[in-house]
């Protein structure tokens, strides 16, 4: 058939993780396809029960299509607001209610349809509900393909700090299909870019003069652009989930430019940026720290800016943002250890590391500079 | 010193579970000894943050004590209203809201200083806060002592079933001091010898003629008699949790007459019966119900009758429970797999295991016995 013809060959992640090992199923046909989709959710699902997690957004455009994929099970969809403000305790408490409401039972599965903050969620509770039951994430944001989903951080945020409350806990498998991307947004297509961006700094040199190259593609949404960024993305964060799980080391380098970001976003108040747009301005951040600590050559955190801004991102704070409010938004940080602000900074693209001891004159001289 | 002289001496328990391995310290001047005391905490204690999670009633005896043990310390005190009906999400979010506007970080402890309904919420805290930090169980009843401070089950209620939500998650120590046990009300402590009881049931024989022997001595809070209990009772609960940590099997034989026992306490309403009582009643009934399958011989559930009279524990229903309420709380029990109930029975004393498959005769039978 022709048009399957076209369709890119699905492709296999492993995040290898001993007997909490998962497949991340790569491919752009996933949701459309019931076969295809039921049979990579089987394996998943023990029992006769499935909870779907979604938001309203995303289960009017995928919602019939999981179902039918479904058919035979007992299925519940728990449907929440779309929005970071709904990442809340108040959420988790609904789809708490609601999974005892329906009576489902230890050996059900949850699967979450949507984005980074369904992702989050979903996995929270699935982690605390009954002390823990299956899930699933099917993402359907760049960011959460590329990221969230995968790794095992699940969390709700809290009125005073992103991500404050939540669990190390791993998904069951991880469907990533690229084709859900075409119905995203322009911001939050770009804000995913900037996690993509990120791993091409930290870890591969090779990604990001790529990235540099095929701006136009990834701007058009091309397929097989996606579907290469996709991959070694989830190959990035799979290997260096798989060396520290629960983020007691190297694993904390895929915060680089969140330190930052997180303070942005929190001064902000949620929903104001999105998160990678966040993360793009706090990585540009991150980049001059690295260039004033002598780290990093002078001019390369001009050419991470140049990528960004023409993967249609911010570069810059907004006004009014005043550097002792920075200060204090990333003491409050969960990343600082008893008072002591940790960094993640780059020697060179295409590798990171952590720091706790460093000028704090240069920290200065970066907020002054953008705030 | 003569006073010490007549003390028990400490002695450990471990907990063995790889990396996550803990001691229980069982002793009986924890509390009055500070230099003891801070002794066994120091090494828990990463950071300068603690936060001691107390209830009202027992900061009011031991908060002070703890305290002294802290000093140098930046120790901040969370107060809970006394009583199960406290075990809920709305309590865990005040917990949260303080530890958040406390500024605890990662490398905070969290001190658990209470009986089962602290030490739950404490242990559920530590383990989402941040994605999980330190914390240490100081349990103060008898039923925390012997059980729920050992093996890192943490959870709240739902109001629609107990310990619905919560997660799998070690303490770094348990300090248990029987002293504390002599402030215990009279149904509190009872209630806490119904788990030592359900030890002798499911794994130790001896220790249940033992408890036969010497119920005067218990029921007279005997240091002696109290040492060997605590200590015997740990001992097979760390055995058994060392064995199956997350309860994907042997480790459900803790649950003798808890299927039964969490219907009793669900149909009352959370507070009207101690779990401990409810647990009472639940094992004669598990015990009546073995009997009937022809597993345990005739006359021992008369038998384990006498021994929970003898320790001032009830054997029966109160007036008014209907067997067909009794099987829809079951149902909901998350004991249940899939629908299909689950029970342990005992084929004498000192063994126990899990069914799912038996004659739904003789547990009609049973419940219409008892109801």
Known sequence: MEESALKQAWQTVTVDLGDRSYPIYIGDDGLSDAAKLRQMLQPCIRGQQVAVMTNDTVASLYGDQLSTAL???????????????????????????????????????????????????????????????????????LLAQVDSSVGGKTAVNHPAG???????????????????????????????????????????????????DNQAALNARDAAALAHVIKRSCEIKAQVVAADERESGIRAILNFGHTFGHAIENLAGYGTWLHGEAVAVGMVMAGRF????????????????????????????????????????????????????RFIVTDGFGTARVIDDYDRQALQAVLAEFC
Chains 1, 2 share one sequence.
């Open 290 to 341: 690295s260039e004033c600590l002598q780290l990093l050559p002078q001019g390369q955190t001009e050419r991470l800016k140049q990528l960004l801004r023409g993967l249609q991102l911010p570069v810059a704070l907004q006004d009014g943002v005043d550097s002792s409010a920075m200060l204090q938004a990333m003491g409050m940080d969960k990343k600082a250890m008893d008072g002591k602000l």
């Open 162 to 212: 992103k991500n404050m409350i939540g669990a190390f806990y791993q998904p069951q498998c991880v469907v990533v299909d690229s084709t859900t991307l075409q119905s995203l947004p322009a911001r939050e297509y770009a804000a995913g870019l900037a996690e993509v961006v990120k791993y091409g700094v930290i870890a591969d040199a090779e990604l990001f003069a790529w990235l540099e």
């Open 71 to 141: 058919q035979g099970y007992s299925v519940d969809v728990f449907v929440m607001q779309d929005g970071e403000q709904y990442k809340s305790l108040e959420t988790y408490t609904a789809a708490m209610d609601f999974l005892m409401a329906k009576r489902h039972n230890r050996t059900t599965c949850l699967i979450a349809l949507g984005g980074g903050v369904v992702g989050d969620l979903t996995g929270f509770v699935a982690a605390t509900f009954q002390r823990g039951v299956d899930f699933v994430q099917i993402p359907t944001t």
